[in-house]
């Protein structure tokens, strides 16, 4: 059986492969503390539950571009809370999740060799998502602290530049870029043809004072905003999320979701429709914020290592690479010896690190974190 260039080097994603590992270990009743989670640990929000239980009788399909109800509610929530009096209903796109939109753009903006830089390190998806729609990913490193690094990013683009990607706060460092970053891109595309696809899935889990790229000089034509609800409210297995972008490559994604996936399930636009009626609030956000404290002072006490606060998300990337270079097998290692789960900094094309994630239980958490220190020390 031969397969499609496209897929022939698709591997599973490694999170996926991790969490399999460690579902292992706990079936033969070994202590597992996984610190992979890339969801809230929490159930469907009250309010969430409460709205979609009256629609559940709807059953018929739905625009391809998503409920009308849903696309004006979108477009309400980015005018009054990002302040964007430009988007209107016609700029809104309803997607079964941030990765469809992500894929669906690509299929809509790539020709077959055309590239897409995007800054490192990067969530595990980009890649394979660019490869499917038939693209090149051309990675570019981010400067020490995590920002855009603008001068390699000009080296970087070339005839067949078609995107750049920005994912603030990122995963899986936490970071989120410099407004002075934002505008030196905005400048690139003053003589460069490229669309910034901008992943704001995780713009409502913030800790401090953020400027997404919305809020910077790029222009809108050129922007293409990915969001949803999978962070925000905890809705990962609903499956909705949403493109904001120009009102062509809305009709041109519309034509596309037509004849590929559809419209997203009509229940999931349902709970869009009550978080957005609710300004998108994360409800647990407080409970994250005292774990993203407890992390930072458990990690603290421990020597050889160095992290940064995340500024939004739920994830700390730490720097092991005065201990390791070879994060894959420091994470593989502590797996076997003591059910610590961490996904290494290759996965996400930056050796020498592994991401935590503070989006579990405290008690899993702090043993967590302690079992990292005793591992280090050589316990
Ligand atoms: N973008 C980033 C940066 C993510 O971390 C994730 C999920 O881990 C997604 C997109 C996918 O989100 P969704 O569940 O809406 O497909």
């Known amino acids: 059986m031969k397969f499609s260039n496209k897929v022939a080097s698709l591997q599973q994603s490694p999170t996926l492969a991790l969490n399999a590992k460690a579902k292992e270990r706990g079936a033969k009743g070994l202590p597992v503390f996984n610190l992979t989670a890339g969801e809230p640990d929490i159930e469907t929000p009250d309010f969430i539950v409460d709205y979609v239980a009256g629609k559940l009788k709807e059953n018929k399909y739905t625009p391809a571009a998503g409920l009308p109800q849903l696309r004006e509610v979108a477009a309400n929530y980015y005018q009054g809370h990002f302040k964007q009096t430009w988007v209107k209903p016609e700029n809104i796109v309803v997607?079964?999740?941030?990765?469809?939109?992500?894929?669906?753009?690509?299929?809509?903006?790539?020709?077959?060799?055309?590239?897409?830089?995007?800054?490192?390190?990067?969530?595990v998806s980009y890649k394979a998502e660019v490869e499917v729609a038939g693209g090149k990913a051309v990675f570019v490193k981010s400067t020490k602290d995590f920002d855009l690094d603008i001068n390699a990013i000009n080296k970087a683009i070339t005839p067949q530049t078609k995107a750049i990607i920005v994912n603030s706060p990122n995963n899986p460092t936490g970071a989120s870029y410099s407004k002075e970053s934002l505008d030196k891109l905005a400048e690139l595309l003053i003589d460069n043809d490229i669309y910034v696809i901008s992943d704001d899935i995780y713009s409502r889990l913030i800790y401090k004072d953020i400027h997404l790229p919305l809020n910077t000089?790029?222009?809108?034509?050129?922007?293409?905003?990915?969001?949803?609800?999978?962070?925000?409210q905890g809705l990962t297995g609903w499956r909705i999320g949403y493109i904001v972008t120009s009102?062509?490559?809305?009709?041109?994604?519309?034509?596309?979701?037509?004849?590929?996936?559809?419209?997203?399930?009509?229940t999931a636009q349902h709970a869009g429709i009550a978080a957005l009626n609710n300004n998108d609030e994360p409800e647990f956000i407080e409970d994250l914020k005292e774990k993203r404290e407890i992390t930072a002072k458990?990690?603290?006490?421990?020597?050889?290592?160095?992290f940064k606060k995340p500024d939004g998300g739920f994830y700390y990337f730490v720097d092991i690479s005065k201990i390791t270079t070879n994060s894959a097998l420091f994470c593989q290692d502590i797996l076997e010896k003591y059910g610590v789960v961490l996904v290494p900094g290759e996965a996400f094309e930056a050796p020498g690190y592994f991401r935590l994630s503070f989006a579990c239980s405290n008690h899993t958490l702090e043993d967590g974190i302690k079992l990292i220190d005793k591992f280090i020390k050589g316990e």
């Open 247 to 266: 009102r062509e490559l809305t009709k041109k994604l519309t034509s596309l979701l037509s004849h590929t996936n559809g419209n997203a399930p009509v």
């Open 217 to 232: 000089s790029i222009p809108k034509d050129k922007l293409v905003i990915i969001n949803g609800f999978s962070k925000s």
């Open 298 to 306: 458990l990690l603290g006490g421990i020597k050889g290592i160095d």
């Open 95 to 123: 997607t079964a999740g941030a990765k469809p939109a992500l894929t669906a753009i690509f299929m809509c903006i790539l020709n077959d060799g055309d590239e897409v830089i995007v800054p490192t390190p990067a969530w």
